[in-house]
Protein backbone atom coordinates (compact mmCIF):
# COMPACT_ATOMS: atom_id res chain seq x y z
CA UNK A 1 0.00 0.00 0.00
CA UNK A 2 0.77 3.67 -0.11
CA UNK A 3 3.28 4.97 2.09
CA UNK A 4 2.94 8.19 1.65
CA UNK A 5 -0.27 10.18 0.62
CA UNK A 6 -1.34 13.19 -1.27
CA UNK A 7 -4.03 14.82 -1.19
CA UNK A 8 -6.05 16.32 -3.51
CA UNK A 9 -5.38 14.29 -6.33
CA UNK A 10 -6.92 16.76 -8.80
CA UNK A 11 -8.02 20.25 -8.15
CA UNK A 12 -9.62 23.20 -10.52
CA UNK A 13 -9.36 26.41 -9.42
CA UNK A 14 -9.72 30.22 -10.77
CA UNK A 15 -7.08 32.60 -11.65
CA UNK A 16 -5.85 34.37 -8.58
CA UNK A 17 -6.77 31.72 -5.74
CA UNK A 18 -4.06 29.84 -4.11
CA UNK A 19 -4.49 26.33 -3.25
CA UNK A 20 -2.77 23.80 -0.95
CA UNK A 21 -1.99 20.53 -1.36
CA UNK A 22 -0.34 18.35 1.67
CA UNK A 23 1.90 15.19 1.68
CA UNK A 24 1.93 13.08 4.36
CA UNK A 25 4.15 10.09 5.05
CA UNK A 26 2.09 7.50 6.55
CA UNK A 27 4.18 5.06 8.81
CA UNK A 28 7.76 6.62 9.09
CA UNK A 29 8.54 9.55 9.80
CA UNK A 30 10.24 11.98 7.33
CA UNK A 31 12.45 15.07 8.55
CA UNK A 32 12.71 15.82 4.69
CA UNK A 33 10.19 15.99 1.70
CA UNK A 34 11.06 16.88 -1.90
CA UNK A 35 8.21 18.98 -4.14
CA UNK A 36 8.50 18.47 -7.99
CA UNK A 37 6.23 19.38 -10.75
CA UNK A 38 5.72 18.06 -14.22
CA UNK A 39 4.42 19.21 -17.49
CA UNK A 40 3.21 16.88 -20.20
CA UNK A 41 5.74 15.20 -21.73
CA UNK A 42 8.69 16.37 -19.67
CA UNK A 43 10.75 15.03 -17.01
CA UNK A 44 9.76 15.65 -12.71
CA UNK A 45 11.26 19.00 -11.88
CA UNK A 46 12.54 19.58 -8.22
CA UNK A 47 11.01 22.35 -6.79
CA UNK A 48 11.98 22.35 -3.51
CA UNK A 49 13.20 20.24 -0.49
CA UNK A 50 10.44 20.25 2.71
CA UNK A 51 12.60 20.65 5.84
CA UNK A 52 10.68 20.05 9.30
CA UNK A 53 10.91 22.53 12.08
CA UNK A 54 12.98 24.87 9.65
CA UNK A 55 12.42 26.66 6.15
CA UNK A 56 12.54 24.67 2.91
CA UNK A 57 15.43 25.06 -0.33
CA UNK A 58 14.04 26.23 -3.09
CA UNK A 59 15.82 25.36 -6.63
CA UNK A 60 16.76 27.99 -8.65
CA UNK A 61 14.17 30.03 -10.50
CA UNK A 62 11.34 28.76 -8.17
CA UNK A 63 9.70 31.31 -6.23
CA UNK A 64 9.16 30.63 -2.56
CA UNK A 65 6.84 33.61 -2.16
CA UNK A 66 4.77 31.84 -4.85
CA UNK A 67 4.83 28.03 -3.69
CA UNK A 68 4.91 27.92 0.04
CA UNK A 69 5.83 25.12 1.78
CA UNK A 70 5.17 24.46 5.25
CA UNK A 71 6.43 21.08 7.02
CA UNK A 72 5.19 21.51 10.41
CA UNK A 73 5.58 18.16 11.77
CA UNK A 74 7.56 14.76 10.96
CA UNK A 75 4.25 13.25 8.76
CA UNK A 76 3.08 16.38 6.93
CA UNK A 77 4.26 18.80 4.61
CA UNK A 78 1.76 21.31 2.29
CA UNK A 79 2.22 23.18 -0.81
CA UNK A 80 0.43 25.99 -1.28
CA UNK A 81 0.45 27.95 -4.70
CA UNK A 82 -0.68 31.26 -3.92
CA UNK A 83 -2.79 33.33 -6.25
CA UNK A 84 -1.95 30.60 -8.91
CA UNK A 85 -2.27 31.72 -12.75
CA UNK A 86 -3.22 29.37 -15.56
CA UNK A 87 0.69 28.41 -16.31
CA UNK A 88 0.83 27.19 -12.94
CA UNK A 89 -1.45 24.70 -14.23
CA UNK A 90 0.54 20.96 -13.73
CA UNK A 91 1.29 17.72 -11.74
CA UNK A 92 2.47 18.08 -8.01
CA UNK A 93 4.39 15.41 -6.85
CA UNK A 94 5.92 14.74 -3.32
CA UNK A 95 8.34 12.26 -2.71
CA UNK A 96 9.72 11.04 0.88
CA UNK A 97 12.58 9.03 1.75
CA UNK A 98 12.03 6.33 4.29
CA UNK A 99 14.78 6.30 7.42
CA UNK A 100 17.82 4.84 6.75
CA UNK A 101 20.50 3.78 4.60
CA UNK A 102 19.97 3.30 0.85
CA UNK A 103 16.26 3.95 1.34
CA UNK A 104 14.50 4.64 -1.64
CA UNK A 105 11.96 7.64 -2.12
CA UNK A 106 8.34 6.93 -2.00
CA UNK A 107 6.11 9.39 -4.00
CA UNK A 108 2.86 10.53 -3.36
CA UNK A 109 -0.10 9.94 -5.95
CA UNK A 110 0.48 13.39 -7.19
CA UNK A 111 -1.75 16.18 -7.53
CA UNK A 112 -3.10 17.74 -10.88
CA UNK A 113 -3.50 21.37 -10.46
CA UNK A 114 -5.66 22.95 -13.65
CA UNK A 115 -6.39 26.54 -13.22
CA UNK A 116 -8.79 28.07 -15.37
CA UNK B 1 27.77 18.26 -16.29
CA UNK B 2 24.35 16.90 -14.85
CA UNK B 3 24.73 14.21 -11.99
CA UNK B 4 23.09 11.72 -14.03
CA UNK B 5 22.55 11.02 -17.69
CA UNK B 6 19.92 9.00 -19.19
CA UNK B 7 19.04 8.68 -22.73
CA UNK B 8 15.03 9.73 -23.40
CA UNK B 9 14.31 7.53 -25.90
CA UNK B 10 11.95 6.63 -26.91
CA UNK B 11 12.44 3.46 -27.47
CA UNK B 12 9.95 1.31 -29.23
CA UNK B 13 10.13 -2.63 -29.01
CA UNK B 14 8.04 -5.42 -30.41
CA UNK B 15 6.45 -7.87 -27.80
CA UNK B 16 8.95 -10.36 -26.31
CA UNK B 17 11.91 -7.96 -27.37
CA UNK B 18 14.77 -8.09 -24.71
CA UNK B 19 15.53 -4.46 -24.33
CA UNK B 20 18.28 -2.62 -22.06
CA UNK B 21 18.50 1.14 -20.24
CA UNK B 22 21.61 2.68 -19.49
CA UNK B 23 22.43 5.48 -17.07
CA UNK B 24 25.34 7.25 -16.22
CA UNK B 25 26.35 8.69 -13.16
CA UNK B 26 29.17 11.88 -12.31
CA UNK B 27 29.88 11.31 -8.79
CA UNK B 28 31.68 8.51 -7.96
CA UNK B 29 30.80 8.80 -4.37
CA UNK B 30 27.51 7.75 -5.19
CA UNK B 31 25.65 5.87 -2.64
CA UNK B 32 22.19 4.25 -3.29
CA UNK B 33 20.68 3.40 -6.82
CA UNK B 34 17.24 2.89 -7.72
CA UNK B 35 15.02 2.06 -11.06
CA UNK B 36 11.64 3.92 -11.30
CA UNK B 37 8.84 3.10 -13.37
CA UNK B 38 6.25 6.65 -14.28
CA UNK B 39 3.34 5.62 -16.67
CA UNK B 40 1.40 8.73 -18.38
CA UNK B 41 -0.36 11.01 -15.50
CA UNK B 42 0.98 8.95 -12.86
CA UNK B 43 3.78 9.04 -10.10
CA UNK B 44 7.09 7.05 -10.35
CA UNK B 45 6.98 4.12 -8.53
CA UNK B 46 9.95 2.36 -7.27
CA UNK B 47 10.72 -0.74 -9.51
CA UNK B 48 14.20 -1.80 -7.95
CA UNK B 49 17.11 -0.67 -5.87
CA UNK B 50 20.57 -1.66 -7.65
CA UNK B 51 22.73 -3.44 -5.36
CA UNK B 52 26.25 -3.43 -6.29
CA UNK B 53 26.52 -7.35 -7.40
CA UNK B 54 23.22 -6.99 -9.77
CA UNK B 55 19.93 -8.36 -8.29
CA UNK B 56 17.17 -9.79 -10.74
CA UNK B 57 13.44 -9.72 -10.29
CA UNK B 58 11.20 -11.86 -12.50
CA UNK B 59 12.21 -10.36 -16.13
CA UNK B 60 13.74 -7.47 -14.70
CA UNK B 61 17.79 -7.51 -13.93
CA UNK B 62 19.50 -4.45 -12.58
CA UNK B 63 22.91 -4.28 -12.64
CA UNK B 64 25.86 -1.64 -11.51
CA UNK B 65 29.21 -0.65 -12.81
CA UNK B 66 31.12 1.21 -10.36
CA UNK B 67 34.19 1.18 -12.45
CA UNK B 68 32.33 2.97 -15.88
CA UNK B 69 29.88 5.06 -13.26
CA UNK B 70 26.26 3.44 -14.44
CA UNK B 71 23.39 1.58 -13.91
CA UNK B 72 21.08 -0.56 -16.58
CA UNK B 73 18.56 -2.64 -16.35
CA UNK B 74 17.64 -4.62 -18.66
CA UNK B 75 13.89 -5.93 -18.97
CA UNK B 76 13.47 -9.49 -20.70
CA UNK B 77 10.10 -10.82 -22.69
CA UNK B 78 8.64 -7.41 -23.08
CA UNK B 79 4.82 -7.30 -22.62
CA UNK B 80 2.67 -4.47 -23.41
CA UNK B 81 2.29 -3.43 -19.97
CA UNK B 82 5.93 -2.72 -19.79
CA UNK B 83 5.11 0.73 -21.90
CA UNK B 84 6.07 3.86 -19.52
CA UNK B 85 8.99 5.77 -19.04
CA UNK B 86 11.99 4.33 -16.62
CA UNK B 87 13.94 6.87 -14.48
CA UNK B 88 16.97 6.13 -13.09
CA UNK B 89 17.52 7.60 -9.36
CA UNK B 90 21.02 7.97 -7.73
CA UNK B 91 21.89 9.27 -4.31
CA UNK B 92 24.92 10.91 -3.33
CA UNK B 93 27.18 13.94 -1.78
CA UNK B 94 26.77 16.72 -0.71
CA UNK B 95 24.53 15.11 2.17
CA UNK B 96 22.15 12.31 0.78
CA UNK B 97 20.96 14.05 -2.08
CA UNK B 98 18.50 12.30 -4.86
CA UNK B 99 19.32 13.05 -8.41
CA UNK B 100 17.32 11.71 -10.97
CA UNK B 101 17.88 10.86 -14.82
CA UNK B 102 15.40 12.64 -17.12
CA UNK B 103 13.96 9.05 -18.07
CA UNK B 104 13.90 6.90 -20.89
CA UNK B 105 10.09 5.79 -22.47
CA UNK B 106 9.64 2.52 -23.55
CA UNK B 107 6.99 1.78 -25.87
CA UNK B 108 5.80 -2.04 -26.37
CA UNK B 109 4.14 -2.53 -29.67
CA UNK B 110 2.37 -6.04 -30.02
Known sequence: ??????????????????????????????????????FPKQSLMLMATSNEGSKATYEQG??????????????????????????????????????????????????????? | RKE????????????????AFNCTYSNSASQSFFWYRQDCRKEPKLLMSVYSSGNEDGRFTAQLNRASQYISLLIRDSKLSDSATYLCVVTGPPGNQFYFGTGTSLTVIP
Request: hydrophobic share 35%.
Open chain 2, 4 to 19: VEQDPGPFNVPEGATV
Open chain 1, 62 to 116: VEKDKFLINHASLTLSTLTVTSAHPEDSSFYICSAPRPGFNSPLHFGNGTRLTVT
Open chain 1, 1 to 38: GAVVSQHPSWVICKSGTSVKIECRSLDFQATTMFWYRQ
